[in-house]
């Protein structure tokens, strides 16, 4: 009488779905133990019954297991912002549908393995990805800059233009005058995680050094996350708006700008970052040394490397990331010294940023708006609003009516 081995053998994953599989420790260690075809080839044979979802199984933890042992809370995080990014991309093809039923059913077995620690999850999604700026609280002066210390004190700054220095004894300074924290950090491996927060409203301008020594310029509309100290592997800070950034070099610690769109990662270098999270569109420019960029929406985050005199643009609708020859980079930074220089811009583009340095509005028909030639000139922003607004409605040639803080153009 013939008797098959296989069935002699005590077999666990009889009945396992494909998410069991991937959710049994067990089974996760036993995959990763296996490293010969003869192996493998003797563990399917004694598991025939569940052959199909364990190859599933295998292929998806060798695809995104990057260690042997229970993905922590940290790749857990990793892995379910790859497949949501993956999964976005692939639904844009037609013809990816049966890879993206595949990449669902990977997706809801993640949601499931997160939701376990769904506490750690969202701490850790806050810390790795978009940053949540802290609201304004009602009753404050939503017009001058306020700067947010990690112990939750709030300090607003009246002037136009202002001048902040982070200090190694936990105290910072605002133009001239020191501000001592009123109690210290709690001294842990979260520290790092815990930052300070400068909120840059239209019409101010600031200019901040960070404790390594790093130069930041803030231009209107900017909210700016920074730690009192770095330490750990990076230097990482958080930007919404518009920064010029002189970064201090430190090859072991690498310098990143995190922002809602667009990452850039740097030595030591001097770049513009312009990445509203209002705006349709992301751009880093380059004026020395080299850079690391890469978006958020990337599955495995490609990093392109950037040299001197290039432009970086990310569009909020392609989420595609093109690195392009930028001859005139020094003009991006023009406004530090308050000068805005454009070359073939887009009228409303103009507009915007007019409005943000000078904190007006306009109202205009936006059909006509875009179908304007493109204008390029110069305009000295330490000029009042008035006197600009006469040069630009010359350049462009539109006519307007002003009413308070608020221009209709004609």
């Known amino acids: 009488m013939f008797i098959d081995s296989r069935k002699m053998t ?31 080839h003797k563990f399917l044979e004694t598991h025939y019954e569940s052959k199909e979802n364990i190859l599933k199984a295998k292929r998806f933890i060798s695809i995104f297991q990057e260690r042997k042992g229970q993905l922590d809370s940290e790749h857990n995080h990793e892995l379910w912002l790859r497949i949501r990014d993956f999964n976005r991309t692939t639904c844009s093809s037609q013809n990816n549908r049966v890879q993206l039923k595949h990449i669902i059913r990977i997706a809801a077995s993640v949601i499931i393995l997160l939701s376990i620690s769904s506490v750690l999850f969202l701490g850790l999604y806050n810390r790795e990805g978009k940053y949540a700026f802290s609201e304004i609280e009602n009753g404050m002066n939503t017009e001058k800059t306020l700067l947010t210390l990690t112990n939750g004190e709030r300090i ?15 105290a910072v300074k605002i133009d001239n005058d020191t501000i001592q924290k009123k109690e210290s950090i709690k001294a842990s491996s979260e520290e790092e995680f815990v930052l300070n927060e400068l909120v840059v409203p239209y019409g101010k301008r600031t200019t901040l050094i960070l404790n390594d020594g790093t130069k930041v310029w803030l231009n209107a509309g900017t909210k700016f996350a920074f730690p009192q100290k770095f330490i750990g592997k990076n230097r990482k800070v958080y930007l919404d708006g518009e920064g010029y950034f002189e970064v201090t070099q430190n090859k072991k610690q690498p310098f990143i700008v995190s922002s809602e769109k667009l990452n850039v990662e740097v030595l030591g270098t001097k770049f513009n970052m312009n990445s509203y999270s209002v705006d349709k569109q992301s751009e880093t420019v380059l004026l020395e040394g080299s850079v690391l960029v890469w978006s958020e929406n990337k599955l495995l985050r490609n990093k392109v490397e950037m040299s001197p005199n290039q432009k970086a643009i990310c569009s909020e609708r392609s989420k595609k990331l093109t690195v392009i020859s930028e001859p005139n980079a020094q003009d991006y930074i023009a406004w530090t010294d308050g000068w805005y220089k454009f070359s073939n811009e887009s009228l409303e583009k103009v507009l915007i940023r007019i409005s943000r340095f000078y904190n007006i509005t306009f109202k205009y028909e936006k059909v006509k708006i875009v179908n304007k ?38």
């Open 373 to 410: 030639l493109p204008v390029s000139g110069k305009l000295d922003l330490k000029e009042s609003f008035e006197e600009v607004l006469f040069t630009l409605s010359k350049v462009a040639e539109f006519e307007y009516e002003v009413e308070g803080n608020i221009v209709m153009i004609k």
């Open 10 to 40: 005590k077999r666990k994953y009889i009945d396992y779905t494909f998410e069991d599989l991937i959710h049994d420790q067990e089974f996760v260690d036993r995959i990763q133990d296996i490293y010969t075809e003869r192996e493998w």
């Open 156 to 170: 607003e700054i009246d002037k136009e233009e202002s001048k902040i220095a982070v200090l190694d004894n936990e």
